[in-house]
């Protein structure tokens, strides 16, 4: 069964610092991978998109790894806002005419002044 | 321009009613899909149009859910017999194509929270 793990389940951390959400995923065939954000009450908005042949993408301050080899990406976050307390989603598209999607449960980070 | 809208953005009934969820895409895409997210999971996946077509349903969890699309841009998901286990919120999101091998960028709705008593 296709499966996307995300650690940690949650994280706070203080406004101005940096931090690393983690990604674990079992989905084959592989197409991309992608990161995201979800403000409370609101629907995901993507953050970053990555193929196989990709292993590092930037958004301002949110750059997303990819290691297609031991099947793992990191989102980092740089230099905190209060406004990047959301829920950060994980999820892997399979290959194929539907490209469907998986989801991982999402990590809720909270940033205090 | 509008994004993906969804209405309502909260539904309340009780155990055993019918309830109906639409969905209007961003115009033009081609594609949409339904989503159920309970709380603290991440999305699941429910029902994916390609076009006027279900051209994936094998999320949908039972015979009392089913969707349509019958002019190709608004959608509606309909709910039979409400369970209190339906509860949750029920995401739509559109891409301007569904097919294989595109990035296939899904913008998603806010969601309707639907609760069942």
């Known amino acids: 069964k296709n499966q996307v793990e995300q650690s940690p389940q949650s994280l706070i951390i203080l406004e101005g610092k940096n931090c690393t959400l983690q990604?674990?995923?079992?989905?084959?065939?592989?197409?991309?991978l992608r990161w995201y954000k979800q403000d409370t009450g609101r629907g995901p908005v993507s953050l970053t998109i990555?193929?196989?042949?990709?292993n590092t993408k930037s958004n301002g301050r949110y750059t997303a790894t990819l290691d297609a080899d031991t099947k793992q990406s990191s989102l980092h976050i740089t230099a905190s806002q209060l406004s990047d307390s959301a829920s950060y989603i994980c999820?892997?598209?399979?290959?194929?005419?539907?490209?469907?999607?998986?989801f991982g449960k999402g990590i809720t980070l909270s940033v205090r002044p | 321009g509008a994004g993906v809208s969804q209405t309502p953005s909260n539904k309340v009934t009780e155990k055993g009613k019918y309830v109906e969820l639409r969905c209007d895409p961003i115009?033009?895409?081609?594609?949409l899909y339904w989503y159920r997210q309970s709380l603290g999971q991440g999305p699941e996946f429910l029902i994916y149009?390609?076009?006027?077509?279900?051209?994936?349903d094998s999320g949908l969890p039972n015979d009392r859910f089913f969707a349509v699309r019958p002019e190709g841009s608004v959608s509606t998901l309909k709910i039979q017999r409400t369970e209190r286990g339906d509860s949750a919120v029920y995401l739509c999101?559109?891409?301007?194509?569904?097919?294989?091998?595109?990035?296939?960028?899904?913008?998603f709705g806010p969601g309707t929270r639907l609760t069942v008593l």
């Open positions: 115009s033009g895409h081609t594609a």
């Open positions: 149009f390609q076009g006027t077509g279900a051209a994936d």
């Open positions: 999101a559109s891409s301007p194509s569904g097919l294989a091998g595109s990035y296939n960028e899904q913008f």
């Open positions: 999820v892997v598209s399979e290959a194929g005419a539907n490209s469907k999607l998986t």
């Open positions: 990604c674990n995923y079992t989905v084959s065939p592989f197409s991309n």
């Open positions: 990555m193929t196989f042949s990709e």
